[in-house]
């Protein structure tokens, strides 16, 4: 299983875009990347995925390097709600289905 | 509305006592999965089910049950058996079944249980 490595936190100012590395560097060439985040108390939330290209929808962008070891997550404009734990997870495919593996994240301030 | 919900949001209970922790889906997923977080870790996976009475055990069973008898309702069953259940129980639903392409996994609001 591909395992992630992600800062335990990180800080941002408002209105900065926030980048959250990730490393995953024993991923396989079918696993997907997941950015999941998760605000106090709460479920988490799903943000983003890709495989190889890079991606962008209304939250977020995810960009992969080329050898697919590591990526980053972009929030291009980060608010004081945007603070919250961001997992970043490559998923793991088994016969019986698809887990998500999460480890500790990364815990992101914004701060004003 | 669709989505999952979880009830109740905070769950207190004597120690030695089984509890039922509801989950409910209105997405259509087929698969529906059950995970616990304790303070400052990531998820672990308790159950998880693909269809309709069938599921499969996780990282971290023992001292839990679940069943699925219906596609929408995925309940889970804290025993006494469970040493630490003190946590919060997050459960989650995606579409697909098995390994084929990409499948979002959608999580409810969460349950915490306290045992005193």
């Known amino acids: 299983d591909a395992k992630t490595t992600q800062p335990p936190s990180m800080d941002c100012a408002e209105g900065r875009a926030a980048n959250l590395p990730c490393n995953h560097s024993t991923i396989s060439g079918n696993e997907y990347v997941y950015w999941y985040r998760q605000i106090h108390s709460q479920g988490p939330q799903y943000i983003i995925h890709g495989l190889k290209n890079n991606e962008t929808n209304e939250m977020a962008s995810l960009i992969i390097t080329e050898d697919r070891k590591s990526s980053t997550l972009i929030l291009p404009h980060a608010t004081l709600r945007d603070t919250a734990v961001y997992y970043c997870?490559?998923?793991?495919?088994?016969?019986?289905?698809?887990?998500?593996?999460f480890g500790g994240g990364t815990r992101l301030m914004v701060k004003p | 509305d669709g989505g999952i919900t979880q009830s109740p949001k905070y769950l207190f209970r004597k120690e030695g006592q089984n509890v039922t922790l509801s989950c409910e889906q209105n997405?259509?997923?087929?698969?529906m999965y059950w995970y616990r977080q304790d303070p400052g870790q990531g998820l672990r996976l308790i159950y998880y089910s693909q269809i309709v009475n069938d599921f499969q055990k996780g990282d971290i069973a023992e001292g839990y049950s679940v069943s699925r008898e219906k596609k929408e309702s995925f309940p889970l069953t804290v025993t006494s058996a469970q040493k630490n259940p003190t946590a919060f129980y997050l459960c989650?639903?995606?579409?697909?079944?098995?390994?084929?392409?990409?499948?979002?996994?959608?999580f409810g609001p969460g349950t915490r249980l306290t045992v005193l």
């Open positions: 997870i490559v998923r793991v495919v088994t016969r019986a289905g698809n887990m998500l593996t």
């Open positions: 989650a639903s995606s579409t697909r079944r098995l390994a084929a392409g990409t499948d979002t996994q959608y």
């Open positions: 997405l259509n997923h087929d698969a």
